[in-house]
């Protein structure tokens, strides 16, 4: 069985950096560090648990009030500025780990309430990131992937497009099309900025491609995890049986019997020892299969 793995895959910058902000941060203030993360840093269990030996925690986002005292901080993902006021007030210290890729979003939106535009988000309504980028836009934003939750709104004067940065392009493509065919000539201006991040893109590219050669397909990421949701989607799409899991106990050597090709991609927040734990245990699922042909 030939093991193949996509081009791109795993940690992205964003990512990576969050991970080492709180890393260094962590180390430097000792064997008690105090600091707790609003959420998960990113979505993937090998990551919070690694965060835990650090002794970094981590509080609900709709648990501020559990933070007592020392570093809170943000995620990848971002957060209004509602939630940043908040920390200040309890006098938290304030480290910010959101992915500049998200901040530049953020700016975008609320650039664009500010010129007179109603903005719409492609996006999650219910993911972190997608809160945050309302949350700097203001109340008057929607965020959405339903086109059948806003087709009947009124037109108003200006209307403004962003995407959460692990959207599918094509879906974002599709959505920007039935807005525009629902309100353009209604409106006055439509303005729409792709703010699907190039990691992303390049993530599920490599994956599209690898799957059009493949049989089966593993997919590496937390159960959380958008933009892993996403590359199984996109796998599935071109056909290939696909798998997704968190790591190499998951796997089950029934998936791969007859199979000649399995292709492996991971997302942006898996890290490469988990990569690595999958490959290696596809491996070994391979040679017992070897060993078990020979024998018959």
Not at 44 to 54: A, I, R, W
Not at 86 to 102: K, N, Q
């Amino acid at each position: 069985m030939e093991i193949k793995l996509a081009r791109e895959m795993g940690f992205c910058f964003g990512v990576r950096k969050a991970i080492q902000l709180v890393e260094k941060e962590a180390e430097g203030r000792g064997v008690s560090p105090n600091i707790t993360t609003f959420g998960q840093l990113v979505h993937n269990p090998v990551v919070v648990n690694h965060m835990e030996k650090l002794g970094v925690k981590n509080v609900d986002t709709r648990e501020m009030e559990q933070v007592q005292g020392g570093m809170i901080a943000f995620t990848a993902h971002g957060v209004a500025p509602q939630v940043i006021d908040e920390a200040r007030s309890r006098g938290l210290e304030i480290l910010d780990a959101t992915c500049p890729l998200v901040t530049l979003i953020q700016r975008s939106a609320r650039e664009m309430v500010e010129e007179g535009f109603k903005v719409i988000v492609y996006g999650d309504k219910n993911h972190p990131e997608v809160k945050s980028i309302v949350g700097w836009a203001g109340k008057d934003t929607v965020a959405t992937m339903d086109f059948e939750e806003i087709k009947d709104m009124k037109p108003p004067k200006r209307l403004g497009i962003v995407s959460q940065s692990t959207q599918i392009l094509e879906h974002f493509k599709h959505f920007v099309a039935e807005v525009n065919d629902q309100f353009l000539g209604k409106t006055k201006e439509i303005k729409v900025h792709n703010t699907i991040c190039a990691p992303t893109t390049h993530l599920q590219t490599s994956a599209q491609e690898l799957a059009q050669e493949c049989e089966v397909m593993v997919v590496i990421g937390g159960k959380k995890s958008a933009n892993t949701a996403h590359l199984r989607d996109i796998c599935e799409a071109e056909g290939a049986r696909t798998y997704k899991i968190e790591g190499p106990d998951e796997l089950d050597p029934a998936w791969f019997e007859g199979v000649a090709s399995v292709g492996v991609t991971a997302g942006a927040s898996t890290p490469d020892e988990s990569i690595e734990a999958v490959v290696a245990r596809l491996k070994a699922i391979d040679l017992l299969k070897q060993v078990q042909e020979s024998k018959n």
